[in-house]
């Protein structure tokens, strides 16, 4: 058995692009064909094409949907290490950023103008992106040459414009109606703002926490001593936004938590210190879904977020993460609104998967397709 | 500009295996494009092929020369992660196991008989290595089933045969031309054996280092305590066994240090404790070119290996490492000695791999090849 796949980096995640007619013809559940050709369950995926870590472990599932509004449609799984497990919750930001260059490599959309526009539609969340491939003249550049931070060598230049990103998890923006809220946690009564957009995140100013917002290089350490509150805060706000039942029952994983402060005087490279919480511990950097979120709170009047970037909608908003500055974008048109980030992306190889053992049918689903 | 190439494991690793010809159309020097493929520099290799590791960023080039007594020679080349360089010093055992696979795959050799035989060169080395590819009825079996420790998947299984594989770095077995010497070191002197096949090694036993041969798990935080000592009894043999003309000369990688004792009793799954230390630190596994170093030193009477294992050669050698037992087995026939040992590998995957930067002249070749 067989399967073709092109190996691609999009933003700073590499992932691998399967079609869906490909891995159809497999017959083949794919909670256990994916972790197969990942090399999983092993820590160090040795005999498949997974790269053991989070980032590299990662699939995209495309096809063209007979729906003529959207040019591509995809599904993100990520693929477990240790375990024979794929996990569908979620979208990637950073994988995403491959959809578009994937259609204009394969012919499926034809490139027009100096920049090409694709209408995707990611399947585990509902979010339609809206992506922007830089096609000077027409064509992609014989040489990629557009750069990225956290990335050291040049791709294609891809915008990634999620439309309407509001309320696709809980179906309001506000889930609990309100711009801000009090939340009560560790003998504290906490301001916060809740909203839903990419993935719902619950916002807390860093000087509640006691946090130096001109030393944004402690906070790091200041978080680490109050991990219980911000664990209280944020399963407290899961029930408010009406994703847990109990505070007992609210998932790891959602809602995300972010501290946020004006940026350290002088800074005039950021509008806004963030450091999110992810899986109870600082994120390196900032998931490109908790941007979106963070750059609709910062439009909404009211909100903590927006009172330290000011009320006026801006149309770019950077936001300063432990791995440097993440600009997001925000376009309104005649009848959506886009935010969005900056990627590249690149094809780094066009392969064809080798899948040796029997698994499930899939021996005599390869026999019989031979001798058809 | 794409250059073809098979992603495979052997052994413990993943290999790139690359054909000569097609690496010498691109007319770019290997030392700037193999580090591009890979990715490097950048710790992570996220925008090329490399895993990120040193068992993952491997190449192997291949080609068919004209002498008719080799069916395929291959280089090794161990590709730096953070460094845009690569290393042509060594072979690696576990990537020379994708060798024979990779001949018969490719048509190369025909497979003949229940095992085919496959002869291969290195050229990092010198060494002639034979390969036997299990090859049933005179075919690879449809389903690899081969099993090896370290690797949760099964392949193909490889034997892989060290022909005469003394003195190919100092020319001789013996380099100081006696089974056992005294190096003083730490105002001790030590009774060492310097045996040169695979690579250099010099074997000190555990007793003398205070290790108790009964508690074979304590080495290692034994052995980190006489890491100076052990480096300076490995320094002055570089200088005995004429790899280095000063202790402070002596290179980093060789001559490696093993130490051994008689196994745990009772240990009915080995013949010999082993421990490596490796640039400085105890080995998590054993490399197989120590192995065939250890294999040789216990067929040659007076080591203090011999002393061990007896000084009737043994056609299997069990050496108990931190990962487990590896075994090696030696045959001698009319004209030649085979130290070898059994792994399986397996093609993971077929590829084509982009480069798109102009890298030299890369671009002006690839298109004036395409004018052709």
């Known amino acids: 058995m067989k399967i073709e796949a092109e190996w691609m980096r999009g933003g700073t995640s590499k992932c691998w692009v399967f079609e869906t007619e490909h891995l159809d013809q497999t017959r083949t559940s794919l909670d256990e064909l994916l972790p197969r050709l ?20 990662k699939a995209m599932i495309l096809r063209r949907p007979a729906d003529a509004e959207v040019d591509v449609e995809f599904t993100f799984a990520q693929v477990g290490i240790e375990e024979a497990a794929v996990d569908w919750g979620s979208n ?40 922007r491939v830089a096609t000077p003249a027409g ?18 230049r891809v915008g990634l414009g999620f439309q309407d990103p509001a309320g696709k998890t809980t179906g309001k923006l506000l889930p609990t109606g309100s711009a801000t809220d009090t939340i009560t946690a560790g003998g504290t009564r906490w301001t916060v703002s809740m909203v839903d957009a990419g993935a719902p995140v619950v916002i807390v100013r860093a000087e509640q926490l006691g946090l130096d917002p001109s030393r944004y290089g402690s906070w790091a ?8 509150t911000l664990e209280q805060i944020r399963r407290q706000a899961a029930v408010r936004m009406g994703l847990a039942s109990t505070v007992a029952a609210a998932a790891r994983a959602i809602p995300k938590l972010a501290i946020v402060a004006s940026p350290a005087q002088p800074d005039p490279d950021s509008d806004v210190s963030v450091m999110m919480l992810s899986m109870g511990k600082p994120h390196p950097a900032l998931a490109i879904t908790g941007s979106i979120a963070l750059t609709l709170a910062a439009r909404t009047p009211g909100t903590v977020l927006s009172s330290i970037t000011g009320d006026a909608p801006r149309s770019r908003l950077r936001l300063r993460t432990p791995a440097g500055v993440l600009e997001t974008w925000s376009e309104e048109d005649d009848a959506s ?31 019989a397709s031979a001798t058809q």
Chains 1, 2 share one sequence.
């Open 139 to 156: 064509a992609l550049p014989i040489v990629p040459d557009a750069q990225m931070p956290g990335v050291a060598f040049p791709g294609y």
């Open 221 to 228: 350490s200041g978080v680490e001593l109050q991990l219980e």
């Open 92 to 131: 990637c930001g950073n994988c995403s950023a491959v959809v578009g260059l994937y259609a204009i490599e394969k012919g499926w959309v034809v490139p027009r103008g100096d920049v090409t526009r694709i209408v995707t539609r990611n399947t585990n969340t509902g979010q339609i992106i809206i992506q």
């Open 38 to 57: 990942f090399g999983s369950p092993d820590y160090r995926q040795i005999d498949g094409v997974g790269g053991a870590t989070s980032t590299t472990s």
């Open 337 to 367: 609104l886009l935010i969005g980030v900056e990627r590249t992306a690149r094809t780094i190889a066009t392969t064809i998967i080798h899948v040796p053992e029997a698994l499930g049918s899939a021996v005599e689903t390869s026999l």
